[in-house]
């Protein structure tokens, strides 16, 4: 008896599959865009923020009546799926998208080790794919050329510029002569900044005393920061995720480090200051964008948002928010919804005037020139210290 | 004589459906014919779907994936269901399988025919995926059981850190951009070749030599079994296919880096063999189609997916604890002499008892 | 100076990870159960302790003791419900079966905590420097709890009658209740106990590394199994040696190497270990009956 219940179950499931994957709605006239987040994982508020602003964009134009291609009023049809925080769910996830679900273009991942992997299928699979927030360098380079790719692009700034940044910061701003750095070897992101401003200190007569590593998942560091602590240097820098940097700065506190830290943009979630509370205090760290210093633009945005969600918008939402700006913009200079006129469009787009400044994006590159700002961690709230330009 | 006849109609019309469907499966069951029939239905339908797209492409993804996952839950099955070892190093020689046929494709072979080595690379993945599996094998020998699960998940560790510290092969960030180089024609030929390679080799010698491990070790080198020889076959045979699988997996997902390798991956091997049966080649395609098939179906649940799967498995052991099929097998893949050897001795036990009874 | 601050560093990483280990190797050296969801219940007492500070806003001993009475009762209703009905089935079902209650454990935990949570930290932060060597009083009170612990665990099996019952049952189960001792009574308490162990360790742990997540459990419930093999399962004084061996090869890797070999290194001498002395540092071959 159960035996057959168990077995007429199973077979209930799998013809239910079948019919659920197989049916596809299509109702009057609709664009299918797809979002590639990190919902859950190690990671969730990025994706969270990414999320609403991606609902918030589409919402803004779907309220207006739609988005107008070629002389006809299109709705969005927004598709939102989670990576999970694994670079083969994100790989998945994006040929589902492509695939089964037909969109004409993908807006992220936006951590740099879940969107190299998924950029490779949009070039091959030859659809436009933006990542908000992803500053590796590597991710619109093809590996086998060894030159630019032609689908993928972003709306931030690459490390290249960010690593150099936050060197100059620590040598100039900060005075130091002597820097240790602690990052995730895993991490294409943490990894590729590391090394940048690794190469940058150096170039400017500093020295990096210390180059520690550890992995994605590790929560002790007392062996790589007792290590550092020996070393002596005059500042630290911590190119990691929010998750993490609240325990290495803590930890570090604990061995009697006394040393200013300083992090890059992965540190712009608000859970930093949650998790970080007092340790994180005094801090700085390079971003795209300044709540506090807004253009006109970026101060409708912010208030938008906090309307809508309650909370100050973090810079993954506003490099979202652009990157829709962005992907509609593109559509509406193609005029018409066919995937390869869309890249075409976005690849011409000189100059864009976002909530995160001004991007201008050069001829055959998915990069946009940009600036950045410092921020500081003051009274728990970030505070806009500088800007850098290109 | 009459009454107990007319009972025994009246029983039959009664449990109606059941029995006439059991009547109808013990016609297919017992027709020797019915595999070649479906080899070749599948082998028209691997040829026919891409070019057709009689379903779409994410689908035809999921049913390539159910294969892979057919080969990698049949060649544990060797270790663990047959043997009645523990292994949770299995993910450790797909890693192995899939990076050493990515390089090889990428790298060594000259990419204009790349088409027609990709089987090479395949092959070549499972064999230096086997030759890795002897350092996994000589420490076999001492150890048994749950030590034997901590050599393998060391194992496994190693050859994860050991992927991540050499950067010429991408280091921690693995390798982009592999070629999808695998196609449903290929996966069904590689599905089917494990089968048919693995069905055989439990039906020899070797075989029999591999069940007596797992029922008694120490009674089957008294019976002049040669546990080494067969241990090291047994390790050699089964990752040699999870090597295969890897190398597929690589072409298919087009990315693969050490974190893909990990216990997770090991562990959800490890549930599809349980889930199946172990020791039945018919449970392990049963166990990886239907866990496969449930993790894509319920994706709609999102977070509670993953609540309500590991629920699902502890109900199934608490009722099945030896799997769907448990031990038993499929008749098709049963030899025919097996099964003429079970009815003679059938036959001979109801002639005993009836001589005994009397 | 150097050597010493890391010493410490190994002592504290030593004694969460010896805490967790007791717990698989005493419920291992009693019904043969590699519990895999041991892990998942050490960040189960991470997350009671969590939700008990945050909302009820207790201080350090009653949100110790909360932990462990929940996750002790967790543990017993887990051995009831899911390993008791396997006892007799093959092993390797009531292993998996253990594989499934921890996910399904992290994972729902995962459903009402799907971002990282920040404990409140319930001890008083201080640090002494001696001599360029800073050690905190949370550094301490891991280390002292942890081999107090240990040692009333040494006693209970040693001195008291549970304990007796206890050794009885890993020599031959079946014997034993002709003797008058219930078996499922003494299998519930040595769950109650090792189940209590992981959550102290938890809650030490949370304090220690205030960023909590449900993928805690996963990679220390891992490495504590190869803590207590290494020291011989089953023993469980093999289970302390294990964890501290392990704490000490990880950071003193890190320590005079560079960072990335650790887990290569670590586990490679794992193998070495193990290939010496198949059945851990301190275990006995367990005799096979033809």
Known sequence: MRKTLVISLVAMLTIMSMVLVGCKSSAGLTIPIGVNAELTGDIPAVGASCKNAALMAVKEINDAGGLDIGGKKYTINLLIEDDGGKADQSVSVTQKLISQDNVVAVIGPNASRYALPAAAIAESSKVLMISPWSTNAQLTIDPKTRQPMKYVFRACFTDSFQGQVVAKFAMNTLGAKKAAVLYDVASDYNKGIADVFKATFESLGGQVVGFETYTTGDKDFSGQLTKIKQSNPDVIFLPNYYNEVPLQIQQAHRLGITVPFLGSDSWGSQELIKLGGKEVEGDYFSTHYAPDIATPVAKKFVAAYTTAYGSVPDDIAALTYDSFGLLFEALKTAGKVDRQAVRDAMAGIAHYEGVTGNLQFKEGSGDPIKSAVILQIKNGKFVYFATANP | MKITKVKTEEKSNARGVAWYLRDRWEAIANNRLMLPILLMVGFVLSFGIPQFNLVNPYVQIIIMYIGINIILTTSLNIVNGYMGEFSIGHAGFMAVGAYVSSLLILYVFPRSLVFLFFPLGVIAGGVVAALVSLIVAIPSFKTRGD???????????????????????????????????????????????????????????????????????????????????????????????????????????????????????????????????????????????????????????????MVLMPLLLVFLMLYRPRGIMGLRELRWFVPIQDLKFVKRWRRKKVVNDANSAS | MYIIQQLINVLQLGSVYALIALGYTMVYGIIRLINFAHGDLFMVGAFISFIVATYLKLPFIPTLLISMTAVAMLGVSIERLAYRPLRQAPRMSAVITALGVGLFLENLILVFYPYPQSVPILLPTIVWNLGGISISFLQVLIIGLSLFLMLILDLIVRHTMVGMAMRAISLNKTIVPLMGVSVDKIISITFALGTGLAAVAGVMYSQAFPVIDPYIGILIGWQAFICAVVGGIGNIRGAMLGGFILAAVQIMVVAFLPSTYRDFVTFTLLLVILSFRPYGILGKPSMEKV
């Open chain 2, 147 to 305: 030590y034997l699960a901590i050599i393998t998940l060391a194992f496994l560790f190693i050859v994860k850190s050991v992927l991540e510290n050499i950067s010429a092969i991408g280091g921690p960030r693995g390798i982009v951009g592999i070629d999808k180089l695998t196609t449903m024609p290929w996966v069904f030929f590689f599905t089917v070749l494990s089968l048919w390679v693995i069905r055989n080799f439990i039906h020899s010698n070797y075989g029999r030599g591999v069940l007596s491990i797992r029922e008694d070790e120490v009674a089957s080198r008294l019976m002049s079994v040669n546990t080494r020889q067969v241990k090291f076959l047994a390790f050699a045979v089964s990752s040699f296919f999870a090597g295969v699988a890897g190398a597929l997996f690589a072409h298919l997902l087009q990315f693969i880096s050490p974190r893909v390798f990990d216990v997770l991956k090991s562990t959800d091997i490890l549930i599809m063999v349980y889930l199946g049966g172990i020791g039945s080649i018919a449970g392990s395609i049963l166990g990886a189609t239907i866990y496969t098939v449930l993790l894509e179906v319920l994706r709609p649940l999102g977070m509670f997916r």
